[in-house]
């Protein structure tokens, strides 16, 4: 991890497109440190920083993710890894070197680097900042966090992370699981605090992508609706009707409403890593249970698109690409409203709500062309019917493997060869093995 963190890019490019602010002149990204005494432009640096960072490598995770998931499979005679390793073909494992596991875990600890040389800064610093800028600007770095700690979390499992990073010569220990996760839910407390406290407007600017989650108050909300996401990893699920009650769930509202990862195709700006041209040799491709388990009339079915001839590689093949994203500018929800319904659909379930629950899973379902459910109503049926619609609902967005873990339910994930193998967990990265 030292090697890491040493290292990093602690800023991304950081064009026109990602921010309003006009930044002169910006110091070696590589050796970035926090000044004795930063300016506001430096600190407002930092923060944008973030927002710019939380998206890179970011593509690496949803593929591994999902891959391992049985979501989808990335046919690519470039790389054997994505249908051997990843899969457990035959003999083969996954290597701590990979970069199917170090990419993601290094793009997270990014994020995390920038928002403690924030935090950092915002003690440091001898420009007046206001009371409401210091918590605005340590409630957003501290959200941003916890949200990539948990992304780390999700990768590693029963390995651990380290979450006390801030000091790269003396690094925390490795953190099991759970206390991870207590750790997590701390962090985003204290950001959440911040956050309220913050005044009506952040001390610098977020991308279009955050349209709506743009000042302190609003973007609380999406604390607590990554809050609510680790509540439900760690089972507390008697939480999370608090939680979402104070983020931006809305029974009503667009299912698609959330902050997103910014993306476009102009100058030295990033583009959507999810997108792949359609009807390609080299696809993103559904796996074929996608299809054949889906109900009638069930409009998530536009989640994939037919392709004119089948997608086969190393054993594999699939009639239907993965068609989330329209384009190399489309932006990638970090976190949506369906979710949240969703959340709160399993947490009154898990708390003998059954009504409750088939009421907010109602919300999903009829927003997708089905008709109410009809299905008994006893706690199995309706988790059945709750993990059908995360299944479909969340498609491609980093939940199926999770999910079945979480469940116990791995062994329930599609094999389409002999031999091969769904893993718990991804290795512990060899940075973090020889350091």
């Known amino acids: 991890m030292k090697n890491i963190l040493n290292k990093i890019l602690t800023i991304a490019l950081l064009g026109a497109t990602v921010t309003a602010c006009k930044i002169e002149a910006i110091p070696d990204p590589n050796n970035l440190s926090v000044a004795d005494d930063p300016s506001m432009q430096q600190l407002q640096l930092y923060a944008v920083g973030i927002e710019s960072l939380m998206r890179t490598e970011i593509g690496f995770y949803y593929d591994v993710v999902s891959i391992i998931g049985r979501e989808e499979y990335f046919f690519t005679n470039s790389d054997p890894r994505y249908t051997g390793e990843l899969l457990g073909k035959g003999e083969s494992t996954l290597d701590p070197a990979g970069f199917y596991g170090t990419r993601p875990y290094a793009g997270r600890y990014k994020v995390i680097k920038n928002a403690n040389l924030l935090i950092e800064g915002v003690g440091k610093t001898s420009v007046a900042l206001t009371s409401e800028q210091s918590n605005a600007f340590t409630g957003y770095a501290k959200t941003a966090e916890a949200y990539s700690l948990l ?51 952040f001390p610098f600017a977020l991308s279009s992508a955050f349209a709506g989650f743009d000042t302190p108050a609003e973007f609380a909300k999406f604390n607590r609706a990554i809050a609510a996401r680790v509540a439900l990893y760690d089972g507390r699920f008697s939480d999370i009707p608090g939680l979402l009650g104070n983020s931006f769930m809305d029974m009503a509202g667009d299912l698609n409403d959330g902050p997103a990862h910014f993306y476009s195709t102009s100058g030295v700006d990033i583009s959507n890593p999810l997108y792949r041209v359609p009807d ?29 001839t ?20 489309s932006f990638v929800p970090i976190i949506r409203n369906e979710e949240l319904i969703l959340m709160m659909a399993e947490a009154r379930l898990e708390t003998n709500d059954l009504a409750g629950a088939v009421s907010a899973i109602d919300v999903i379902r009829t927003k997708h062309g089905l008709s109410p459910y009809s299905g008994t109503v006893d706690k199995a ?51 973090e093995v020889t350091n």
């Open 151 to 201: 992304l780390a979390l999700n990768l590693q499992y029963n390995n651990g992370i380290r979450i006390d990073v801030a000091d790269i010569d003396n690094l925390g220990p490795f953190v099991d699981y759970k206390p991870a996760l207590a750790a997590i839910a701390s962090i985003l407390d204290e950001g959440y605090s911040e956050l309220n406290a913050g005044g009506s407007e």
């Open 381 to 431: 049926s309706v988790k059945n019917e709750l993990i059908y619609n995360r299944r479909y609902s969340l498609f491609g967005e980093g939940h199926r493997w999770i999910d079945m873990r979480r469940w116990g339910m791995l062994d329930q994930l599609p094999l389409d060869r002999a031999d091969d193998d769904v893993w718990e967990e991804m290795p512990r990265p060899v940075s």
């Open 280 to 308: 390609q040799s080299e696809a993103l491709v559904a796996h074929p249970s996608f299809t054949t388990d889906i109900l009638a009339g069930d409009d998530r079915i536009n989640k994939v698109s037919a392709r004119t």
């Open 310 to 329: 089948t997608a086969v590689l190393d054993g594999l093949s699939s009639d239907y690409d993965v068609a989330l994203f329209s384009s190399l500018a």
